[in-house]
């Protein structure tokens, strides 16, 4: 319970957003204390406040829409940044970011006459005390462009390890990825 509490938790897959970083079916743990402690079932930070994740952390954090929903992203923009995507080109503070993990499914670049915003968004400035985040799979995930920054105080744990993963398409154990590291 301790253990659950203020060391590792873990979380379970459900979507495709974070591919092929982490697959449908994966089975994570997260370790609690790299942004400090929160008190359980709060929001509440024994210590640790202003700790703010490094850019390209995954991290698990409660999804500012609905509280009793766990989102796993990927930290692109922190607090002060300026975040920009120009035809599915990600840039920081007028720079172009190049994540080695990402992926785009669609050949396709929708416009921001088309009232989308996942290929050609902002420029916004990152609040203090929060984060921009993004799912690897580009193309096929719901983030920090959609819905806006995530407040640190949201974030529960930094995805560390694959323990199990079930490939739901089989249905089969995919033994390969068991013990990886998350990166």
Not at 121 to 128: I, K, L, N, R, T
Request: glycine share 8%.
């Amino acid at each position: 319970m301790i253990i659950r509490a203020f060391v590792l938790q873990a979380y379970r897959i459900p979507s495709s957003s974070m591919e092929d970083t982490l697959l449908k079916g994966d089975h994570i743990l997260a370790t609690k204390y790299n942004y400090g402690l929160t008190i359980p079932f709060t929001t509440r930070k024994i210590w640790g406040e202003e700790s703010v994740p490094d850019r390209g952390d995954i991290v698990i954090f409660t999804f500012p829409g609905n509280h009793a929903m766990d989102f796993v992203k990927r930290v692109i923009g922190l607090p002060g940044d300026t975040i920009e995507v120009v035809d599915k080109k990600v840039y920081i503070n007028g720079e172009p970011y190049k994540c080695p993990y990402e992926k785009y499914t669609d050949p396709f670049i929708l416009t921001k006459g088309q009232g989308k915003v996942r290929d050609n968004f902002g420029p916004v400035v990152v609040d203090p005390g929060h984060c921009f985040v993004m799912g690897d799979n580009r193309d096929q995930s719901y983030d920090s462009r959609f819905w806006g920054q995530v407040p640190v105080l949201n974030i529960k744990g930094k995805a560390f390890i694959i323990y199990f993963s079930w490939d739901t398409d089989k249905p089969w154990i995919r033994f390969t990825r068991m013990g990886q590291v998350v990166r």
